[in-house]
């Protein structure tokens, strides 16, 4: 082997060792940074349901963000805060749209805040799943809630005036 061979070989390995070393493994997420991330992905994009799952073998965020006329389901690590997978869902849109379910503005975050503590104070534990519709002319909150006895409940907040509407316990766990 000449010497100029081996030269480009070493120089080959160096920079696949050196780039595997400079590549960082990226922030954990939180639920608040999956939605920003989410958001970005669409233009003039608001979350309208976030879900906390475990897809093969990790916790990722699933949310969903729509805008006037698109709709996406933005997948994020929450090890990493990196996207997993993004999937149009602008016909899911478009049916929510005709059913009369979308929500056709961003939900204040101060509203929405306030639904999940009266959700949580309902119901202790851990939000897994939320969800913004509207139902009979009313904006509403979904929460799914795991609690301390492994079981999860629904509940379902009036956006306007916080009111529990239903409360729905022992769902099975996910």
């Not at 997420?29 to 992905?41: G, L, M, Y």
């Not at 879900?51 to 690590?77: H, I, P």
């Not at 005709?98 to 056709?104: L, S």
């Amino acid at each position: 082997m000449s010497a100029k061979y081996s030269c480009q070989i070493f120089f080959l390995v160096c920079a696949v060792l050196l780039s595997c070393v400079a590549e960082k493994p990226g922030t954990p997420a939180s639920k608040d940074v999956a939605e920003q991330i989410a958001r970005q992905q669409l233009s003039n994009g608001y979350v309208t349901s976030v879900k906390q799952v475990v897809d093969l073998g990790r916790l990722v965020y699933k949310v969903f963000v729509q805008n006037d006329s698109s709709a996406k389901r933005v997948t994020v690590d929450a090890a990493t805060s990196r996207i997993i997978e993004i999937i149009d869902r602008t016909e899911e849109l478009r049916e929510a749209v005709a059913e009369g379910e979308n929500v056709p503005h961003a939900i204040c975050p101060i509203a929405r805040a306030a639904a999940e503590t009266k959700a949580l104070q309902a119901v202790p534990g851990s939000v897994k799943r939320w969800k913004v519709l509207k139902h009979n002319n009313r904006i509403i909150h979904k929460f799914d809630i795991a609690t301390a006895e492994r079981e999860e409940a629904r509940i379902i907040v009036d956006d306007s005036t916080q009111e529990i509407l239903e409360i729905e316990h022992s769902l099975p766990a996910r």
